[in-house]
């Protein structure tokens, strides 16, 4: 399928499994089949001791490629103990303001010990503070957008759209008319 692989090291030693996010087929693929092929790709790695996951979230959107939150958390709880045990970080590479939020949001659901290993990754530079240079193997996209990221640092943040998000607003926006007067301000009842 092309979206999971296992590239490299941690600096733990822990063999990586990266999932680039905008190579995963949520839509074209039934979410069984998903979940069979991750285990049949995890099995080795997980048989061969701790390793850790790198989510490549560049360019991936929740309406293309997620398989849904609760998928994601039922798969990960229907795993074997082993592959829970010995899952030793989960590296979230180019994390958005949104994913961010629906992960906020799903905190209360997911098993504290998940949770506790997620780590935020906000470029590829500070990959390097997880994974020693040289051991993951990163799609060209994903380094031209750390490149423009590097120009626009509050993309990072998502108080500033993308190109592709500032289309977006713009078609979800299309017809909607324009505020011209400010918003007053409410005082509360009197």
Same mark, same amino acid.
Request: hydrophobic fraction near 50%; charged fraction near 20%.
């Given at each position: 399928m092309g979206f999971l692989s296992v590239s490299g090291r941690d600096l733990q030693g822990r063999q990586? !499994?990266?999932i680039i996010g905008k %190579? %995963? #087929?949520a $839509? &074209? /693929?039934s979410r069984d089949r998903l979940r069979k092929y991750a285990i049949q790709k995890l099995h #080795? !790695?997980?048989?061969a001791g701790s390793y850790s996951i790198l989510f490549v979230n560049t360019n991936a959107t929740f309406q293309a490629n997620s398989p849904g939150v609760l998928? %994601?958390?039922s798969t990960f709880e229907a795993l074997p103990s082993m592959y829970r045990a010995q899952l030793g970080a989960v590296y979230c590479l180019h994390p958005t303001l949104g994913l961010r939020l629906v992960l906020a949001a799903v905190a209360p659901w997911m098993s504290q010990g998940l949770w506790q290993k997620l780590v935020y990754v906000s470029r590829v530079e500070f990959l390097l503070e997880h994974v020693a240079a040289g051991q993951v193997a990163l799609p060209d996209?994903? %380094?031209?957008?750390?490149?423009?990221?590097? $120009?626009r640092p509050l993309m990072d943040y998502g108080v500033e759209a993308d190109g592709d998000q500032a289309a977006?607003?713009?078609? &979800? /926006?299309e017809g909607v008319p324009e505020l011209r007067e400010p918003l007053g301000v409410y005082h509360g009842a009197g």
């Open positions: 990586v !499994v990266v %190579l %995963l #087929p $839509g &074209a /693929t #080795p !790695v997980v048989s998928w %994601l958390r996209f994903v %380094l031209e957008h750390d490149q423009e990221l590097e $120009g977006m607003f713009r078609s &979800a /926006t």
